[in-house]
């Protein structure tokens, strides 16, 4: 039987380095499942990285069978060589899950920072901090690399945003009321 009622992996793509995280959820409880990063050779081609990011994703989403997964987009950055490699990173790990049939959720930098720390212009040190402080992990057990925290975070942002309750989409303005409800009227 499984551990956890929902378990969602967080990604960090890049080319160079692409951050995990996984959350294992039980009630209301999230707590760490794994979180690391995998680093390419830069001596490889860009296409042979895509193609190790696609196995990568593949090998996590079989070791962790997760049920969603929630993925940091490109930030609009100036260099549009950088953009459209960060772009094709994502969309190779995106593949990856699709192909299982797994939900994917995108989270803009500013939207996970913004929910981790208070603050969608956090450092990336400070986003660590608040992880290592909410979901109480021990310091000397963070991998060396930021990616695999903004992965984690990723993740978490992600449980926080789908456990919300659903608001109804109520009337906008007493003359909305007034449409919607004809027949309540005096």
């Known amino acids: ?33 794994d979180l690391g990063a995998v680093k390419f050779r830069a001596s490889e081609s860009h296409y042979l990285r895509l193609h190790r990011i696609h196995q990568s994703v593949l090998a ?4 962790f ?6 993925i940091e987009a490109p930030f609009f950055g100036k260099n549009v060589q950088s953009m459209l490699k960060l772009g094709r990173a994502q969309g190779v790990a995106m593949v990856a899950a699709i192909s299982r049939d797994i939900p994917i959720t995108e989270y803009e930098p500013r939207k996970i920072k913004m929910a981790i ?15 290592r402080r909410i979901l109480a992990m021990d310091r000397a057990a963070l991998p060396p690399e930021l990616d695999a925290t903004d992965a984690l975070a990723a993740a978490l942002c992600h449980y926080y945003e789908s456990s919300r309750p659903q608001r109804s989409a109520g009337p906008r303005s007493w003359k909305d009321f007034v449409a919607r409800n004809p027949d309540k009227l005096l």
């Open 1 to 33: 039987m499984r551990r956890w009622q929902r378990v969602i992996i967080g990604i960090d793509p890049g080319t160079n380095v692409m951050g995990y995280g996984v959350l294992g959820i039980s009630g209301k409880r999230p707590e760490v499942v």
């Open 60 to 63: 996590l989403v079989e070791r």
């Open 117 to 131: 720390t208070g603050n969608g212009a956090a450092s990336k040190e400070q986003v660590q901090e608040m992880l």
């Open 65 to 70: 069978l997760p049920d969603e997964m929630a």
